[in-house]
Structure formats: C-alpha cells, structure tokens
C-alpha cells in the first residue's frame, strides 16, 4: 500500500505562484512515475503533469511552460512548480501514483493511476 499526501496548496492572485508538495509513504519502492491532476467544480479530473524516475515528463497544453513537475525520490516527495497562475488553474489538485512500472504513451489519464491522495485546494483570483 501507498499513502499519498498533498499540501502547498492556497489562494492566489492572477500572475501568482505555488508549489504543490505530495509526500508518498508506505511500499514505494516500485513507483516508477507519478502525477498531478486536478478537478475544478462539475468538471472532469485531468492530467496535468506526470514524471518518471529517468525524468520523462508529461504534461497538459494548458500548462506548458508554466508548471515544472519534479521529483525527489531520496525523500519520497513528488512537486509541481506553479507560475502565471490564472484563475482557470482553480481546482483541487491530486497527485498519483500507479501500480505499473512503465511509463505509458499518455501519463495523464487518471485511469491508469491507482493510489490517490485527498487534494489540495488552489484557488487564483482575477
């Protein structure tokens, strides 16, 4: 089993940054790659950021060049590096984990990902 925690999340003005910490505890060992997703109110969650143990990332065209994924395996802590945050980036932010061990033609379907964890909220003003 794989216990996954988010936090770094807040409220921001348009322009802003955050940076999202999701700190995995548990077997995780066999995590090969990760993800961030997020889920605004009577939307759809959606992939925006994933990354493997060799540094291959994915992420979402709403994003690029705007959010930076990374990963320290030595403290078990995956991050998401947010900046010119918009207000349409509102949401609650999951990261991720699955249980197979190689890295997909799409990171970011959420129905490859098997461990979840609870959110953070995130919220950009105008």
């Known amino acids: 089993q794989v216990q996954l925690e988010e936090s770094g999340g807040g409220s921001v003005q348009a322009g802003g940054s955050l940076r999202l910490s999701c700190v995995a505890s548990g077997y995780t060992g066999d995590i090969y790659y990760m993800g961030w997703f997020r889920q605004a109110p009577g939307k759809k969650r959606e992939g925006v950021a994933a990354v493997d143990v060799n540094g291959n990332t994915n992420y979402a065209d709403s994003v690029k060049g705007r959010y930076t994924i990374s990963r320290d395996t030595a403290k078990n802590t995956l991050y998401l590096e947010m900046n010119s945050l918009k207000p349409e980036d509102t949401a609650m932010y999951y990261c991720?984990?699955?249980?197979?061990?190689?890295?997909?033609?799409?990171?970011?379907?959420?129905?490859?990902?098997?461990?979840w964890g609870q959110g953070t909220q995130v919220t950009v003003s105008s």
């Open positions: 991720a984990a699955p249980l197979s061990s190689r890295w997909p033609s799409n990171a970011l379907m959420p129905e490859i990902y098997y461990y």
